[in-house]
């Protein structure tokens, strides 16, 4: 073992700069623009829209992911005990703003194929819901680990029930789902530049609409809604959300690089493919029409095979190697005890990939030998 123990740990998803980001920071510290806006956040969010390559898209830089959704939720007027459907494979952020309002999260059951939510359990839901007289209004669905939701058929059960969709792409940027990229589907995107995520802004996020309305007043929401007067005037409830120009000199440094990102993580993950094909592990297959930036290398570990996640996860940390399990369901967190879930499954999807699935290490600055070292330590596990 001793031989094949990392020295220092290898971590799951670490940040990658591209040397540039230094750069942006100095002309920060140049022009003083030390505060939460200035010339760097409009810089980020006008090459982001350029990134995201669709005509009349806006996007507002935030002080994160959360934050994002939780301006989503403001822009769409949530109530107090208003339910909102949500998909359940996912991390608690992607839920955590509906309690921010009070409102109720119904959880959404996965589809096997992408992880991401099943638009059966989705009907099943909505026939239920039927039944009660109401149907939510917002959706927030998921593109977890970096793959697309099934947005054609999302957004045709959408469409048909005049319920509005808010597309979590955290996971997602520089994926795309027919051609176009994630984050601009439904009524509003969210990003993450979060810490661990496929670049990063040390703490960021950003909210993608395509509406310059919107764009507008989700940038006076996040600025403690400050009316247009001479003095400090508010008619609505604000919040102090707004990226640090610190922060977006970081993020137009990592967008330059975003490509090279993609393509390093999902190396990684064909290479896993490839070294790992002899062991039970099983891997996604690329669906058509998608492509996946790979965020993190997923796998699942078959229950035939005797093995589970925490014992891979403790063999991969005797080797000073960070795993992780995939995101406990949501319907199944403690805090969400007394919410509903949907499901056309006896066992749900969700459910499943936390029981057999792991992440394995996949930072984009993750050398091919360190890679390679992984690999074999899993192969030893397996053996
Ligand atoms: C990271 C993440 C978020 C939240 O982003 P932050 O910038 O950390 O607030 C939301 N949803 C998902 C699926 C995420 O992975």
């Known amino acids: 073992m001793s031989n094949l123990k990392f020295e220092n740990r290898l971590f799951l998803s670490s940040p990658h700069m591209s040397g540039n980001e230094m750069k942006y920071i100095e002309k920060a510290f140049e022009d003083n623009f030390i ?24 996007a507002v830089a935030m002080s994160s992911g959360t934050a994002a959704i ?61 039944k009660t007289g109401k149907i939510p209004r917002v959706l927030i669905a998921v593109d977890l680990f970096g793959t697309s939701a099934q947005y054609n058929k999302i957004q045709e059960i959408c469409q048909q029930y005049n319920i509005e969709l808010i597309c979590d792409a955290a996971e997602a940027l520089g994926s795309n789902y027919q051609g176009r990229k994630c984050g601009t589907f439904g009524r509003f995107g969210i990003l993450s530049f979060n810490g661990n ?59 330059e690089v975003l490509n090279d990102r993609v393509n390093a993580r999902r190396a990684h993950y064909d290479n896993y493919k490839k070294e790992l094909k002899n062991t039970p592990l099983v891997f996604a297959q690329d669906l058509d029409h998608t492509f996946a930036n790979r965020w993190l290398s997923t796998a699942l570990i078959p229950k035939e095979s005797n093995k589970m996640p925490k014992d ?22 403690p805090i969400f005890s007394e919410n ?6 006896n066992e749900p999807v969700a459910e499943k990939i936390f029981n057999e699935g792991i992440c394995l290490p996949s930072s984009s600055n993750m050398t091919k030998e360190e890679h390679l070292q992984v690999c074999k330590i899993i192969q030893l596990f397996f053996q």
């Not at 505060?35 to 806006?58: A, S, T």
């Open 35 to 58: 505060v939460p806006l200035g010339p760097n956040v409009n810089e980020f969010e006008k090459n982001m829209v350029q990134y995201l390559g669709e005509k009349d898209i806006y």
């Open 70 to 130: 939780h301006i989503a939720l403001r822009l769409l007027d949530i109530q107090p005990g208003e339910e909102v459907f949500c998909s359940s494979a996912t991390f608690i952020a992607s839920a955590n703003p509906i309690l921010y309002e009070k409102a109720v999260p119904v959880f959404i059951d996965s589809e096997i194929e992408t992880w991401n939510m099943c638009p059966e359990s989705l009907l099943k839901a909505i026939e239920a819901k039927k």
């Open 197 to 255: 995520k496929i670049i990063t802004t040390s703490g960021g996020g950003m909210l993608i609409t395509h509406s310059k309305e919107e764009a507008t007043h989700a940038l006076k929401l996040i600025t403690q809604a400050r009316d247009h007067a001479p003095y400090y005037l508010h008619t609505e409830l604000g919040f102090n959300y707004r990226m640090s120009n610190i922060s977006a000199g970081i993020g137009i440094g990592q967008l």
């Open 312 to 333: 891979l996860l403790n063999f991969l940390n005797e080797y000073n190697i960070e795993g992780r399990h995939i995101w406990k369901p949501l319907h199944t967190q």
């Open 340 to 345: 509903e879930f949907f499901s056309v499954k």
